[in-house]
């Protein structure tokens, strides 16, 4: 396939003045955690070199009850039918006690989850990225991500940390060739229309074949 795509946004939260970017929110469930915007916690995102990212620390705060969702602004992606999102993060669970998640939003209410962990990631942290698609969705002109994050508090139960967050879309594709050609198992590649096999040795380079 060759995509063509649109890209919604990104966001390295390397904006000054404000504790998070423009259109971004916390919901707060229960307890008394948040998400905040700095470069002060321990488990920094992956690839993190400098700079700001946002985070929701229990590791810093660990009196705080942390049952947190960082939202992203809304997006209008109608017409979209594969939406990709990509992020560095780092959850990291300490005492066994936390949990975090990243989930799509639609109207205003939770539809699918594209991540979720009661468990560490790596040391250092892993690069998301997830496809999904809005078309499906209750209403696609109203898509939201949500970074979720929870902990029963009172201890040192690390983090979620989160930084450069892109949303891209596909707003067409070109399905170049699925193979099915009719004749089977064994039609020899040149034998594709537009299709060239420039043979290179003795033995035949390119067949179509079934492995069903």
Known sequence: EMLVGDDLGIESFEQTGAPLPDGWYTVQYSGTGDWTVGDECYYKPYGYVS?????????TYTTDVFDVGLFTPSFDMTGETAVTIECDGNHQDFAG??????????????????????TDDPYGGIHHMYTFDPSILP????????????TEGGTYAWSFAIDNVELYGISSYILLEDFEGTG????????????????????????QYDDG
């Open 97 to 118: 006690d936390g949990a975090a998640e990243i989930a799509v939003y639609s109207g205003g209410v939770y539809q699918l989850s594209l991540y979720y962990t009661t």
């Open 51 to 59: 700079g700001l990212f946002a985070s929701a620390d229990s590791d």
């Open 139 to 150: 209403d696609p002109s109203d898509i939201q991500i949500e970074f979720w994050y929870s």
């Open 184 to 207: 089977g198992a064994g039609l020899a590649w040149c034998d594709l229309p537009g299709w060239t096999d420039v043979q290179t040795s003795i033995w035949d380079n390119w067949t």
